[in-house]
T-cell receptor, first 111, second 112 residues
Framework: GNSVTQMEGPVTLSEEAFLTINCTYT??????LFWYVQYPGEGLQLLLKATKADDKGSNKGFEATYRKETTSFHLEKGSVQVSDSAVYFCALINGNNRLAFGKGNQVVVIP | NAGVTQTPKFQVLKTGQSMTLQCAQDMNHNSMYWYRQDPGMGLRLIYYSASEGTTDKGEVPNGYNVSRLNKREFSLRLESAAPSQTSVYFC???????????FGPGTRLTVT
């Protein structure tokens, strides 16, 4: 079935640094792709999405482009803030209206 | 508009005890889900309900049962809790057309 793979390990960076979190997918066809964010002590919330190849999703300064050539949907932000410290999950539709999530990446932004 | 609500927020059980986790949504969504979140494992789907009156197993259904009481409410029951069920449980709901899921704040369950 469809699946996503996220880069291993937490990401620690300084405020105003550039953030990239890698996500690659394996899928039949071109399912919608999502990034969810989980702030400490909260549930997940949708950060952005792309519904077809070459689409770019964006929200709160974050961007991700649906690239079918490299089967990727990497999340980027040009200048992170302490408030961006959270866990980020890549996800895609796995048929029957179900989401398949990656394992998530902890992002820690140091002032 | 409360979104997705879950009760309780925290719970400690002894092995063998039973309990029901409650979930309700006020967004008129057809689909509802139960996930568990464990360190290093991401989110794993326990059960889901595509619409009122239907439920289906997800990746890790063993040891759990669910009830879709009506369109708003979807409960998760642990009949005989085990330490392996120590986890954070999330309920979610979605509109079928967009596949966007909305999550509750979670229930942190510890089984001793």
């Amino acid at each position: 079935g469809n699946s996503v793979t996220q880069m291993e390990g937490p990401v620690t960076l300084s405020e105003e640094a550039f953030l990239t979190i890698n996500c690659t997918y394996t899928a039949t066809g071109y399912p919608s792709l999502f990034w969810y964010v989980q702030y400490p002590g909260e549930g997940l919330q949708l950060l952005l999405k792309a519904t077809k190849a070459d689409d770019k999703g964006s929200n709160k300064g974050f961007e991700a482009t649906y690239r079918k050539e490299t089967t990727s949907f990497h999340l980027e932000k040009g200048s992170v803030q302490v408030s961006d410290s959270a866990v980020y999950f890549c996800a895609l539709i796995n048929g029957n209206n179900r989401l398949a999530f990656g394992k998530g990446n902890q992002v820690v932004v140091i002032p | 508009n409360a979104g997705v609500t879950q009760t309780p927020k925290f719970q400690v059980l002894k092995t063998g005890q039973s309990m029901t986790l409650q979930c309700a949504q006020d967004m008129n969504h057809n689909s509802m889900y139960w996930y568990r979140q464990d360190p290093g494992m991401g989110l794993r789907l326990i059960y889901y309900s595509a619409s009122e009156g239907t439920t289906d197993k997800g990746e890790v259904p063993n040891g759990y049962n669910v009830s879709r009481l009506n369109k708003r409410e979807f409960s998760l029951r642990l009949e005989s809790a085990a330490p392996s069920q120590t986890s954070v449980y999330f309920c979610a709901s979605s509109v079928v057309e967009t596949y966007e899921q909305y999550f509750g704040p979670g229930t942190r369950l510890t089984v001793t």
